[in-house]
């Protein structure tokens, strides 16, 4: 156990700094809706299993004097209100519609309470066209056992919707207007509530909210999200077909571009997922969903992107090769769907990342990729092998959209900075392959580039800083060097979320030493530096360590501390006659005991955090 051995006085204030956590995602839907028990009954059929009422009658034959359909259905129900438990027909049921088929006509009744509707109530009868009842269905309520039911709201309308937009952190655009009705909510945990019916779509949090809030003591009853969506199976490359063919490009003619057509060796490469929470309306699926929205947003236009479902090879779904336009789009919809849902699987909550922007065929066809930060959306060239075919460029991109998104945002795209955010997108990119296949996992982009069309580039060089850095996007090869090395060390969970965690300190300009400060103060954050000892090595061995902001030592003896410092220890760490001035903040962290003796002095507007 670390402890911290203090034998000084204090002399002015100090202040401990709490660790930032990130928020904890929390699923916003609350089911509370209490369930109708039917249980089987010989002699009856099926039937309620608290007030034995009948719930449905298949092969039922009854016929009335009357002609009218309402009126022939009204007769059915006074006849047999016993059987189906209906209480009083005049007060407590109204037609809600009456809906014609080739086979009748069905006439659909609310159930109501103190002339308020209770939701979640049918009863429908079949009159079929020689005007015989052959059919009903009863989905009323109990609702005779609950006495002394509130009548009246004690809020407006508006004072609802504001608690539900509330409840939901609505931001951005809301569709259409909010539908707000007043009803009856039979609930699991307290019985039948009179509450505020909201419905409202939002693009952010997703979804077609419907939310009931307490008409009594304004609590949220019931949320529920009532949007379609579909999972729908889908062949797609994962990462590429290079990587799963354990080949390398161009080692047969098969496994080569041959100007976007496909063959049965990059066909054998197709591999089933699925597509989740994907839009389905009027009979056509659109790749939208939760993290990802497949759009046509650059030129060149009038793509194909819609996929429909066919059956192949046994697989019933969206089955498309490389040589098709929706392909790209699946492609792009199941990773960048992937790498958000591994966002907040981390813990993180990014609006800008919900809903994400792609156009899977833009930059007029370019052979490049590219985040647009002012628009944020993605959009990947057809030039050269298509670039959304190798999902190593899609992660990539991905990555710029976390910068730009967690954190400060607007972020300089200049000098080292840029070598930064290229190594993070490279990283990004290389942990989720590397979690596949460990199979030339350093190799980035090896479908798309390590060609005839580019280069590529690759994480696993023994470049050191200074001395090896290069301008653009090559320079940034140190950094995803590095952070591929601390993923072997520590795995992919934690340098995941460490290197999420890091964005968070970066600020607008960072070099690529701010950066290496940035993720071991992200572990002391995360952590409570836990694993600065095995970060700092490898941050060493590249040259990235900036010994202004971060000290290796075990004991800090007569110093003065002018500017903020981490100092850490991989034992004991002794401090002595140390002052802290000038709004300095001084981190210490030892994996052993932290011993502080002799004159230590912290002056007012300065600070020392212990980890
Ligand atoms: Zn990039």
């Given amino acids: 156990m670390k402890k911290i051995v203090i034998s000084t006085l204090f002399v002015l204030s100090i202040n401990l700094i709490n660790a930032q956590k990130p928020k904890e995602s929390s699923r916003l839907e609350k089911l509370n ?55 009083n027909i005049s007060d407590n049921i109204k037609v809600a519609k009456i809906i014609e088929s080739p086979s009748g006509k069905y006439v659909y009744y609310q159930q109501y309470v103190n002339d308020i509707p209770v939701f ?37 309308n508006n004072d609802a919707l504001k608690i539900a937009s509330e409840y939901l952190n609505i931001k951005g655009d809301i569709i259409g207007e909010p539908k707000m009705e007043l009803v009856y909510f039979e609930s699991m945990d307290k019985g039948l509530e009179l509450a505020w019916k909201i419905n409202i779509i939002s693009m952010n949090p997703m979804g ?20 379609m969506y579909a999972n729908v199976n889908a062949k797609i490359f994962n990462p590429n077909p290079i990587i799963t063919a354990q080949t390398v490009y161009g080692s047969t003619s098969n496994y080569k571009d041959n100007n976007n057509t ?14 989740s929470n994907i839009k389905y309306e009027n009979g056509v699926y659109t790749l939208e969903g939760p993290y990802c929205k497949i759009e046509d947003i650059e030129g060149p236009f009038g793509h194909n992107l819609n996929p429909v479902i066919t059956t192949s ?13 929706e392909f790209e789009a699946i492609m792009c919809y199941y990773h960048v769907d992937a790498a958000g849902k591994r966002i907040a699987q981390l813990g993180y909550n990014v609006n800008g990342l919900n809903a994400m922007r792609v156009d899977p065929h833009g930059l007029n066809g370019d052979d490049n990729s590219h985040y647009m930060s002012s ?32 954190g400060a945002g607007n972020m300089s795209y200049l000098g080292q900075t840029m070598s930064l955010q290229e190594g993070s997108s490279d990283y990004w990119a290389l942990s989720y392959k590397r979690s596949l296949s460990s199979y030339n996992w350093w190799l980035f982009a090896d479908w798309d580039g390590h060609n005839e069309f580019w280069s590529g580039r690759r994480a ?55 950066a290496a400060t940035a993720f071991m103060k992200a572990d002391l954050n995360l952590y409570n530096g836990s694993h ?49 001035q000038n709004n300095a903040k001084l981190t210490l962290d030892a994996a052993g005991d932290v011993i502080i003796s002799d004159d230590f002095e912290v002056v007012l507007g300065s600070e020392l955090e212990i980890k």
Avoid at 313 to 325: A, D, E, I, K, L
Avoid at 383 to 397: L, N, P, Q, R, Y
């Fill in 33 to 87: 809706l209490k369930p109708i028990e039917i249980v089987f009954d010989e002699q009856i059929g099926k039937t309620d299993k608290e007030s034995k009422a009948l719930r449905v009658n298949w092969n039922e034959s009854f016929k009335s004097e009357v002609k009218e359909v309402s009126e022939i259905a009204l007769s059915y129900l006074q006849e047999k209100k016993d059987v189906y438990g209906i209480s």
């Fill in 120 to 156: 979640a109530t049918n009863f429908i009868v079949c009159v079929n066209k020689e005007g015989v009842v052959t059919y009903a269905l009863n989905e009323f309520r109990n609702v005779t056992k609950y006495k002394d039911v509130r009548n009246k709201s004690s809020i407006i």
């Fill in 208 to 227: 077609d909210w419907q939310i009931f809030v307490s008409a009594d003591d304004e609590n949220i009853i019931h949320v529920e999200d009532i949007a």
């Fill in 262 to 275: 496909t063959n049965a060796s990059l066909d054998a490469e197709l591999k089933t997922a699925v597509l």
């Fill in 313 to 325: 090879g046994g697989v019933t779904g969206f089955n498309y090769n490389r040589s098709q336009t």
């Fill in 375 to 406: 628009g944020n959306y993605l959009a990947f060239g057809d030039g050269g092998v298509d670039d959304a075919e190798d999902a190593d460029v899609i992660w990539h991109e991905y990555g710029h959209a976390i910068q730009n998104n967690l």
């Fill in 460 to 514: 696993d060089l023994n470049w050191v800083y200074p001395a090896d850095y290069v301008p653009y996007h090559a320079g940034g090869q140190i950094w995803s060097t590095v952070l591929m090395k601390i993923w072997a060390d520590l795995g992919k969970d934690v340098t995941d979320k460490l290197f999420l965690e890091t964005h968070l300190i970066w600020g607008q300009s960072p070099t690529l030493q701010d």
């Fill in 532 to 580: 600065l000892c095995q970060i700092y090595s490898r941050l060493q061995e590249h040259g990235l360590i900036d010994t202004n902001q971060i000290v290796n030592t075990t004991s800090l003896v007569n110093q003065t501390v002018n500017t903020n410092k981490i100092v850490f220890s991989c034992s004991d760490l002794n401090v002595q006659d140390v002052k802290v």
